[in-house]
């Protein structure tokens, strides 16, 4: 039996897991190498997260 999603709960809000989206940016350190940082986002905030 398949179990139902929860739901998150922000500032107040009943916001469903379905609008959010896994976004991936690559942070140059200081040695010059690439790591890459994982974070959810809102999908509605994704290109003013990724402007940043």
Not at 20 to 25: D, F, G, N, T
Not at 36 to 47: E, G, Q
Request: charged content about 35%; glycine content about 4%; proline content about 0%.
């Amino acid at each position: 039996m398949a179990k139902a999603a929860k739901t998150a709960i922000k500032k107040g809000e009943v916001v469903e897991s379905k609008n959010y989206s896994k976004v991936i940016r690559a942070v140059k350190t200081k040695s010059g190498n690439y790591s890459f940082k994982a974070n959810m986002v809102l999908k509605d905030k994704v290109k003013d997260f990724l402007k940043k």
